[in-house]
Each structure stands twice: as structure tokens, then as C-alpha cells.
């Protein structure tokens, strides 16, 4: 889909962009950005912003020897959100709104559901939503913990057309341009593969986070999604000419043609499994929209612990992750009826209770 037919896009900037000198933000990269999102609007596409920035802007408030703490990183995300935020809304003539995400709000249905409504009203009422993760309160379980996955999760959240990497490099290469002076851009990519994911590095900018690996994963999330991604350099302005001309300034990879179903996208990509459901080796049946397949007699062990509703994985005892899925019973209950002698008694209560894994709501993984 080139620009002409986008109706709604992400576009995603970094650190380096909003804090290129790494204390405090800085909208001098940000003016074309800001025109690009305004031309956008201009034509009728609708426009999400996700900024990073936050402890980047407040890091210049804190002694430098504290600077890798993770309280002081949270504290200098509290500090430096609000700046963050100021420095996008005075390049604009219109209203933004800020949302502060985490992983908790992404893998919890309804919260998922509460973000996409907020997305949807704010651009029903032209207000420009601006969304980071909310740095402030994470945790490892709890955090996204990069701003390029957090971008691909909000786009498919809020059903856009394309996601737009913005990065302080042309696209993706052959190999990492820093570290390899024979280094080729990579303009198309139809297929993320193991191949592409070796060809990228980690981050190498003072600020960054992700580095090229965790763009080619929300590239990956994003195309699945049915959404067309780009990695380009928001360093240059031509870059958002470009786009704007219907042509491709850095990598483009190419939607999915037959792109996952909402719910089994959100299932594989976003959610995240609070247990596991152990079955057989041999375990045949195919776990799909009929999952009445998979019964008590089927499991090996139950491990963790989760309640009704919550996604769990189902993995083979040689350790192959079939599916994830939402759990019709809590750890608690399963471990009852697996340790019944009575096989008759757990057959019967399922009967009566309904199948272990909720029917529609299994997503099945890619073999490895
Ligand atoms: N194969 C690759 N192609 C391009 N850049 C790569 C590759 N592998 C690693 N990188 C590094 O990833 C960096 C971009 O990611 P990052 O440092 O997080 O900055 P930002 O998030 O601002 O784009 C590039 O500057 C480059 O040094
Ligand atoms: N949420 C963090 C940004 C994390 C992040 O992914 O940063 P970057 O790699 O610069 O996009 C912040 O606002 O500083």
C-alpha cells in the first residue's frame, strides 16, 4: 500500500532524534518530523506518535555516576516525560495527548481493548496521541522494554496501514554499517526470516535501546499484522519527502499478504503466556478452532500458575511451543483434575465445564 491509500500510520522516533546530544530534548531534529505529521494530516491520513526520549530528557538531572540504576532511569523518565511531551506539542497547531504504556496494559485483553477505544477517540477528534512506555513504574516482567516492538504493538492496536521506524541510519543492511564499511542498504524485504534477523545488530547510539534487532522484530510483529513497515533515517529531511512522494527512503518490508486475524495476532504477539500446559510427545491432535482436543488426559504437567482467562502456552514434553491460548481454568483447578485416579471424574467435569482452551482463541506458533 503506498502512501496515497494510507488511512492511518505510526511513526515511531527515538532517543537520538528528541535528545541527540543525550541531556535534555531537542526539537531540532523534530521540525521535519513535525511537518511530515502534519502533511499527513493534511490529506486525511491519520497519525500515532511514539516517542522515546523520556529518560534521555531527564537524565541531565541526576549525577552522572547514578546514571545506570534502574530507580534513577524511572525517576529520570518521571522527570523527563513531561519535557518530552512539551518539546512535540509546541511544534504543533493542534491538541496531543499523551498515553503511557506498559506490557501489563498490552497483554491484558481489556486493557488492550480500553487502549485501542482512547487511540481511536483521540484521532476521531484530531488530537495527536503521543505514547511511550510508562518508564516510571516498569519492571522486567512488566515492561514492553523497547519503543520499536511498543510501536509495532500499538499499530496493530490501532489498526494502521504502516508503521515508520525513524532511526539515526539509512535502513536495515547487509551487516551493521558501523562496524562495516561494505555494508549495503537492504530498499525491500517480503520475507523476515532468520537470515534477515542475523544481519542486525543491537544499539550502538549513546541513547538508543533497541538497535537494528528490535526494529526487524516489530517489523516482524507489524507485517504479520497486515501492516507495510519502514525503517528510514529521521536524521534527513528527504526521508519524509520521499514518503510523502509515495517512495521508499530506507527498507521496506512488505505486509503479509494473508496478515494474522486481530485476536490471534494479539494472542502471538502481544499477549504474554502466565503458564504452561505440558502435553505428550506424541500429542497429534492439531490445537486449532476446535480445541475441545486437548483434555485433561492429554497433559503431562501444568506449570505456573494463572487463572481463568489468563493466556498460557501449550508446549510438547520435548519442549516445542504449539500454541498460545486462553485458558478456560485456572493452574490451580487443572492440577486437581490431572491428580484424579478417577478418569471418569475429570472426563465428567469437562464435559459438564467446557474445554480446557477457549474455542477461537488459540494461536498457533510457527514450528521452529
Ligand atoms: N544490519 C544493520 N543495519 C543497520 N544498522 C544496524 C545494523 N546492525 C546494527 N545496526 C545499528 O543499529 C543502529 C540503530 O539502532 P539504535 O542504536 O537503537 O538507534 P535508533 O533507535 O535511534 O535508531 C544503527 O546506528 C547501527 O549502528
Ligand atoms: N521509553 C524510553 C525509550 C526506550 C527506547 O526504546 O528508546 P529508543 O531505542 O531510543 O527508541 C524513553 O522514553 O526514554
Same mark, same amino acid.
Given at each position: ?5 494510507? /488511512? %492511518? ?16 530534548? @531537542? ?18 491520513i ?10 534521555? =530528557? ?7 555516576? +547514578?546514571?545506570?540504576t ?7 523518565a518521571?522527570?523527563?516525560q ?10 504543533? !497547531? ?6 503511557? +504504556?506498559?506490557?501489563? *496494559?498490552?497483554?491484558?485483553r481489556? %486493557?488492550?481493548?480500553?487502549? %485501542?477505544?482512547?487511540?481511536f ?6 488530537? #495527536? ?5 510508562n ?6 516482567? #512488566? ?8 510501536s509495532a504493538i ?6 494502521? *496501514? ?24 537492504i ?17 550502538? @547510539? ?13 517489523a516482524?510483529? =507489524?507485517?504479520l499484522?497486515?501492516? !507495510? ?12 519527502t520521499? +514518503? ?9 518490508f ?6 494474522? /486475524?486481530?485476536? +490471534? ?6 499477549s ?7 502435553v ?5 491432535a /492439531? ?8 483434555? @485433561? ?12 482467562? !489468563?493466556?498460557?502456552?501449550?508446549? %510438547?514434553?520435548?519442549?516445542? /511451543? #504449539?500454541a ?38 488459540v494461536?498457533l506458533?510457527?514450528a521452529?
Amino acid at each position: 500500500m503506498n502512501k496515497l491509500e494510507w /488511512k %492511518r500510520i505510526v511513526i515511531k522516533v527515538g532517543s537520538a532524534l528528541i535528545a541527540p546530544h543525550g541531556k535534555g530534548c @531537542s526539537s531540532q531534529y523534530l521540525i521535519s518530523i513535525a511537518q511530515f505529521i502534519m502533511s499527513c494530516r493534511a490529506q486525511g491520513i491519520e497519525v500515532v506518535l511514539v516517542s522515546s526520549g523520556s529518560v534521555a =530528557a531527564g537524565s541531565h538531572l541526576f549525577p552522572d555516576e +547514578l546514571q545506570q540504576t534502574i530507580p534513577i532511569k524511572k525517576a529520570m523518565a518521571a522527570a523527563g516525560q513531561a519535557e518530552m511531551m512539551a518539546t512535540w506539542d509546541k511544534l504543533f !497547531d493542534f491538541s496531543t495527548a499523551q498515553m503511557l +504504556l506498559t506490557r501489563c *496494559d498490552l497483554r491484558d485483553r481489556e %486493557r488492550y481493548v480500553s487502549v %485501542r477505544e482512547t487511540i481511536f477517540t483521540l484521532l476521531e477528534h484530531d488530537v #495527536l496521541p503521543i505514547i511511550n512506555e510508562n518508564d516510571t513504574i516498569v519492571t522486567d516482567k #512488566l515492561k514492553v522494554g523497547d519503543n520499536d516492538n511498543l510501536s509495532a504493538i500499538v499499530a496493530a492496536a490501532a489498526d494502521a *496501514d504502516a508503521l515508520i521506524i525513524c532511526s539515526d541510519i539509512n535502513g536495515l543492511y547487509n551487516k551493521n554499517p558501523n562496524k562495516h564499511d561494505d555494508a549495503v542498504l537492504i530498499p525491500n524485504i517480503s520475507e523476515i526470516n532468520a537470515d534477515i534477523f542475523a544481519m542486525a545488530d543491537g544499539a550502538t @547510539s549513546a541513547v538508543g535501546t533497541g538497535g537494528m534487532i528490535t526494529k526487524v522484530e516489530a517489523a516482524q510483529k =507489524a507485517t504479520l499484522h497486515g501492516i !507495510d513497515t519502514y525503517i528510514i533515517n529521521g536524521f534527513t529531511g528527504s526521508s519524509f519527502t520521499k +514518503l510523502l512522494n509515495g517512495e521508499n527512503p530506507g527498507t521496506h518490508f512488505s505486509s503479509d499478504p494473508s496478515p494474522m /486475524k486481530e485476536h +490471534l495476532h494479539w494472542m502471538t504477539h502481544t499477549s504474554t503466556a502466565q503458564g504452561e500446559v505440558i502435553v505428550e510427545d506424541d500429542f497429534t491432535a /492439531k490445537l486449532d478452532a476446535h480445541s475441545e482436543q486437548l483434555t @485433561s488426559d492429554d497433559l503431562v504437567e501444568v506449570k505456573g500458575e494463572f487463572a481463568v482467562g !489468563d493466556t498460557i502456552l501449550v508446549r %510438547r514434553n520435548d519442549g516445542t /511451543k #504449539l500454541a498460545k491460548a486462553k485458558s478456560n481454568y485456572s493452574s490451580c483447578l487443572l492440577n486437581f483434575i490431572t491428580n484424579q485416579e478417577d478418569k471418569n471424574f475429570a472426563s465428567d467435569f469437562q464435559e459438564q465445564t467446557g474445554p480446557i482452551i477457549s474455542d477461537k482463541n488459540v494461536a498457533l506458533l510457527e514450528a521452529p
